[in-house]
């Protein structure tokens, strides 16, 4: 009979984890966003003001004049403003700002992009990897209370809308995966599309090398559960190939007149330098790890803190697949926030497509974000599971995990 309720009951749980993420980030905006918005954008994010708010401006008040916004004469000597990626020219949420005035919008469409990248980082976790409650509510407020997170989702427009998509788009490639069909497929092309629409090519570019090679873990992973004939597997890439070529079908429009653009333009399209393409990065790799664990302003969109990481640790007591591969994808994310001074950021830039053609070795920070938050839920599955092993033990172990994690909080506060 119990067991019965329980079932009855388990849909009202989901909803409800989702609402406890809704609200966290609800009251975190009420409370710290708001308030300290101008000074930290003025901090951080001059280019909001000097270019994605104005050129959003310019093209609401070009289209409600009756004219598309082709050409903007004020930047420059004039530029193409449809092949403008960064500040959504086509991205369907920007129909706020033709609803609401400038600075309301921006902060409605990005809170709209924080729950976004919260409550899919629940469904990845959750749908995708199996997780348990708790971890999956774990692993989705590191990530959304990442250094990076805090930083970008007020001050870098495009980067920040193109990064929420990250994690459900990990989940229906899952689904697609497993499940071939037109709608997972379309679901896919629909979200992939509007993940380059939303502003940033350098991450819908990696992102890209990411589900390719999470979809290749999901194929491993089927093959060894239900031991699948090769045919199936093939059926199965045959549907993921579709939708990637569905979604660039879909966001045609744009990345056409971007190229047009960069085919028109003075500057060099034989890409970067090396150093051109990697300057910037942390000087070693210690360094790099005392700016993810220790709080400094000045360095605080690389902060991640000492409990994720320790939760990452623990992640690897019984690793699966999906660790193993969420585990590279953080190591090579580490490595190529070094910038220049990293081996992996030279083996990035000679073998791996369009590792020439962008700059910044900060823009792989989403990827570490992401990669250590699933990790993280994963060690907190772990933990929860060696916990319950065992009933005679329990307290004991409770005991144990108490004592460690709250040395590890505290670790992480000292460091503050």
């Known amino acids: 009979m119990l ?38 954008v003025v901090d951080f994010g001059a280019d909001v003001f000097r270019y994605y708010l104005p050129n959003t401006y310019f093209s ?7 004219h598309l916004p082709l050409w903007n004469p004020f930047e420059f000597a004039g530029v193409p403003m449809m092949a403008t ?56 407020l590191i990530a959304v209370f990442s250094g990076w997170t805090v930083v970008r989702m007020l001050t870098a427009p495009d980067t920040f809308r193109s990064a929420a998509f990250i994690p459900l788009l990990l989940y229906l490639t899952n689904r697609l995966v497993r499940r071939p069909s037109s709608g997972a497929s379309a679901a896919f092309a629909l979200v992939y599309a509007l993940q380059l629409l939303a502003g ?24 060894v559960e239900n031991n699948s004939p090769f045919a199936v597997e093939i059926r199965r890439l045959v549907w993921f190939a579709g939708a990637c070529t569905g979604a660039l079908g879909l966001c045609a429009v744009q990345w056409l007149l971007m190229y047009e653009a960069s085919a028109q333009s003075m500057r060099t399209t034989g890409g970067l330098t090396f150093t051109q393409a990697f300057a910037g990065g942390k000087p070693d790799p210690l360094t790099l790890l005392v700016s993810l664990v220790r709080y400094t302003p000045e360095d605080l969109i690389y902060h991640i803190g000492v409990l994720p990481l320790v939760l990452v640790v623990l992640s690897l007591r019984s690793p699966r697949g999906e660790t193993l591969f969420f585990l590279l994808t953080g190591s090579v994310a580490f ?53 319950s092993s065992g009933c005679t033990y329990f307290a004991s172990r409770l005991k144990i995990c108490l004592v460690f994690l709250a040395a590890a909080g505290g670790v992480d506060l000292l460091l503050r």
């Open 3 to 40: 067991h019965r309720i329980f079932d009855k009951l388990a849909p009202f749980k989901i909803v409800a984890l989702y609402l406890v993420v809704v609200g966290i980030i609800t009251a975190f905006w009420l409370v710290s966003v708001i308030p300290a918005r101008p000074a930290f």
């Open 60 to 66: 609401v008040k070009t289209v409600q004049s009756g």
């Open 85 to 140: 990626l960064e500040y959504g020219p086509l991205y369907p949420p920007n129909v706020l700002f033709f609803l609401l005035s400038l600075l309301p919008a921006h902060l409605v469409t990005m809170y709209l992009h924080v729950l976004l990248f919260g409550c899919s980082m629940v469904l990845f976790l959750r749908r995708g990897l199996h997780l348990n409650m708790f971890p999956a509510l774990v692993g989705a």
């Open 200 to 223: 940033e090519i350098e991450v819908f570019v990696r992102t890209g090398f990411l589900v390719v090679g999470y979809a290749v873990v999901c194929l491993d992973r089927l093959r």
């Open 335 to 387: 490595g190529l926030l070094l910038g220049e001074h990293s081996l992996v950021s030279r083996v990035y830039y000679d073998f791996v497509p369009t590792g020439r053609m962008f700059r910044a070795p900060i823009r792989f920070m989403p990827f570490l974000v992401f990669s250590t938050s699933v990790l993280a839920a994963q060690g907190v599955q772990n933990l929860e599971n060696w916990l």
